[in-house]
């Protein structure tokens, strides 16, 4: 079991440096080449994962030109050019309605308020963080994706187990310059070694510090059950 800083704050200031540290290029990996594309590629990454996403949108982005195209696409034709996302129903949906809405009350443009974004269909804070800090350069919040969520609980950052109350404390303790770099350090180590289902706690450059650690540690804290 690895000994966390004495504050929270501090574990924090720890888990940034060693990360950053270790993922120097961390950055978001959804491509997109404006900000509609850029809301509907989040959109679609609601548990899928961006590799998938990109490989549909591709084609996607070439097909369909602007939020008018996809507010005039028929449900049924979006739907099947998503089919291989999960959930490409709904998403479909999702996407049409928001589409619908910029086109009505924003003048096709995507909207650049964390108020205004959320009330568009399939968006909750989540994706409306993603879209104001990497499409409008606005940074209000962290994203808290399963990455986020794991990693703050298992690092002992958090308690809570929902991605709001998640965000809010993390708010407090990571320092405002880091909190858009937090979630894509926090993605790349979760992939790479924090890994749901079997973190590869023995090359983890975090272990020292991590009260989940495998070694010691009789507890994922991210599941709070037995490893």
């Not at 950055?27 to 509609?36: C, E, K, M």
């Not at 028929?74 to 086109?103: D, F, G």
Request: with cysteine; net charge negative; aromatic share 6%.
């Amino acid at each position: 079991m690895g000994t966390p800083r004495e504050t929270r704050t501090e574990q924090a200031e720890a888990v940034v440096d060693r990360l950053e540290e270790a993922y120097p290029d961390s950055t978001i990996s959804l491509r997109y080449s404006d900000r509609l594309e850029l809301l509907i590629a989040v959109i679609l990454s609601a548990q899928c994962t961006d590799e998938r996403v990109n490989q549909e949108t591709e084609q996607l982005f070439e097909t369909y030109d602007g939020p008018e195209a996809y507010a005039n696409a028929p449900q049924a034709e979006l739907a099947e050019a998503l089919n291989s996302i999960t959930y490409y129903n709904n998403k479909a949906k999702y996407i049409r309605s928001a589409c619908e809405t910029i086109v009505e009350e924003y003048d096709g443009e995507v909207p650049d308020t964390m108020d205004e974004l959320t009330d568009l269909s399939g968006v909750g804070r989540k994706t409306a963080n993603v879209v104001l800090q990497h499409g409008h350069d606005v940074v209000e919040g962290i994203v808290v994706d399963t990455h986020v969520q794991r990693l703050s609980r298992r690092l002992g950052l958090t308690d809570e187990e929902y991605p709001e109350p998640i965000e809010q404390e993390l708010m407090e303790i990571v320092p405002e310059g880091y909190w858009q770099q937090f979630t894509h350090l926090c993605i790349d180590h979760g992939r790479a070694t924090c890994t749901a289902r079997n973190p590869d706690c023995a090359d983890c450059v975090l272990a020292d510090i991590c009260p989940s650690e495998k070694g010691d540690s009789e507890v994922d804290l991210a599941a709070g059950e037995p490893w």
